[in-house]
């Protein structure tokens, strides 16, 4: 069956500090990757999301980049946090190819207090 | 015309009532509609979903309601346990353009359902 972890689960960090999340997925290949961030009463951000190795779609302009090292690996990233950058993120994973995402997993998310 | 906006912000309903959750859209390419259920401290997971080719569909105590020409759907819940406290979201996703392969979320509801 197919896994999706993510971690850490909660992260307090320094502003201007860097920041290194990272997700994986088991039990499948060539898996469509995404990264959203809940804010609250904002619902679901779309971040990034990648099709396929070193292919990365950014959303929307930020203070975050993303990248695709492996074909189950998902990593987000900050050279400098803000304070806005605070938040729940979460990394989710669909089958490769879906033109409806029939199910979209998610993972348990990261908890990330900037202060 | 991305945005899936979502009512009511949160809801209380008393154990064994109705809930009701509201969503509306403007993308007109979007044809896939699916509703998640998210626990405190964890990601999402779909609960029910439904296409535009039928105004109803029906999973347990789960229905979703869909009227295309209004271009709105919702989710009952009907005889509610105080189990069903979560966070819904709806959700909406579509096969052209540039929804293709991505779930837009709406801002999400609080469920409280008292005993």
């Known amino acids: 069956s197919q896994t999706i972890h993510q971690w850490p689960a909660t992260l307090v960090q320094p502003v201007g500090s860097p920041l290194s999340l990272e997700c994986t997925v088991e039990g499948t290949s060539n898996p469509n990757l995404y990264w959203y961030r809940q804010a609250a009463g904002r619902g679901l951000q779309l971040l990034f999301y990648?099709?396929?190795?070193?292919?990365i779609s950014s959303e929307v302009p930020q203070n975050l980049s993303a990248s695709r090292p492996q074909d189950r690996q998902f990593i987000l990233s900050s050279k400098k946090l803000l304070l806005s950058d605070s938040g729940f993120y979460l990394c989710a994973w669909s089958p490769l190819g879906q033109i409806y995402i029939e199910k979209l997993f998610f993972g348990s998310g990261t908890q990330l207090s900037v202060l | 015309q991305q945005q899936v906006k979502q009512s009511p912000q949160s809801l209380i309903v008393q154990k064994g009532g109705i809930s009701i959750i509201n969503c509306a859209y403007e993308?007109?390419?979007?044809?896939?509609f699916p509703w998640y259920q998210q626990f405190p401290g964890k990601g999402p997971a779909l609960l029910i979903a439904i296409r535009p080719d039928v105004s109803e569909k029906k999973e347990g105590r789960f229905t979703i309601s869909f009227n295309k020409s209004a271009k709105q759907f919702s989710l009952h819940i009907m005889d509610s346990q105080p189990g069903d406290s979560a966070t819904y979201f709806c959700?909406?996703?579509?096969?052209?353009?540039?929804?293709?392969?991505?779930?837009?979320f709406g801002q999400g509801t609080i469920l409280t359902v008292h005993p």
């Open positions: 993308n007109t390419a979007f044809d896939y």
């Open positions: 959700a909406a996703s579509g096969a052209g353009g540039t929804s293709y392969g991505k779930l837009t």
């Open positions: 990648s099709v396929g190795i070193g292919q």
